[in-house]
C-alpha cells in the first residue's frame, strides 16, 4: 500500500494561502497621512468660506473609521500618527524624526469617504463607513488620544460632518496610509515601540 506523503512547506503554504482571505477581510481603520508645508479647513457658512483651522509645517490627516473600529483602533492609529518619521535629522538623514521631535502640527480631518466603494452603477457606497452619531464621538476621542500623546495646541481639527474646503501643500509630495489592520495582523513597527524614549 502506498501512501501520500507530506511535504511540509507546501502544506503551510497552502494552508496560508487559504487563510489569507479570512485575514485581508479584518475590519480597519484607516488615516492618509500627508506630509505638508501648510495646511487648512474651511467651512461654507452662508455661502462663504470661513476659516476653522491651520497649521504650518506638519501632516495632514484624513481619518476614516470603519464600522465596527474599536476603541483600540483608535490607540493603536493615534501612536502610529505620532511615530511616523517623516522627516530629516539634523544631519541631514531621511526618515529620522517624528512630528514630536520637529514640534509640527498636525491637521485632522474626518473622511467618511476613505470607506467608499462603487455599486454595479459606478455609485459610491458608504455603508462600510461608522455611522455619524458613533462616528463623531470616537472621531473625538481619537483627537483626544492625540493631545494626550502630544500637545493639545499641536492637534488642529476640521469641522465633523461639514462640507469643508481643504487646501495643503503637500511637502514632497510624502503621503502614506496607516491601517490599523496591520496591528490586527500582527505587523510592529520599532517607531512606534520606541517612540516614548524620545
Request: charged content about 25%; some cysteine.
Amino acid at each position: 500500500m502506498k501512501f501520500l506523503s507530506c511535504n511540509v512547506p507546501s502544506y503551510l503554504a497552502l494552508l496560508r494561502l487559504l487563510l489569507v482571505p479570512k485575514i485581508v477581510s479584518v475590519t480597519t481603520m484607516k488615516i492618509v497621512v500627508q506630509r505638508v508645508k501648510s495646511a487648512s479647513v474651511k467651512v461654507n457658512v452662508n455661502q462663504n468660506p470661513a476659516p476653522v483651522s491651520a497649521i504650518g509645517p506638519g501632516i495632514l490627516a484624513l481619518v476614516g473609521l470603519h464600522a465596527e473600529d474599536t476603541i483600540s483602533d483608535l490607540e493603536w492609529c493615534a501612536k502610529r500618527l505620532l511615530a511616523v518619521k517623516l522627516w530629516e535629522n539634523d544631519s541631514g538623514a531621511s526618515w529620522r524624526q517624528h512630528i514630536k521631535q520637529k514640534e509640527y502640527e498636525i491637521l485632522c480631518v474626518s473622511q467618511f469617504t476613505l470607506y467608499g466603494t462603487l455599486t454595479k452603477k459606478n455609485q459610491p457606497d458608504y455603508k462600510l463607513a461608522m455611522k455619524s452619531i458613533e462616528a463623531e464621538e470616537m472621531y473625538n476621542s481619537f483627537l483626544e488620544m492625540l493631545r494626550t500623546g502630544y500637545k493639545t495646541d499641536k492637534i488642529k481639527d476640521g469641522k465633523f460632518g461639514a462640507m469643508m474646503d481643504v487646501e495643503l501643500i503637500n511637502d514632497g509630495p510624502v503621503t502614506l496610509v496607516i491601517d490599523s489592520r496591520d496591528e490586527k495582523m500582527g505587523s510592529r513597527v520599532s517607531s512606534v515601540e520606541s517612540m516614548d524614549q524620545r
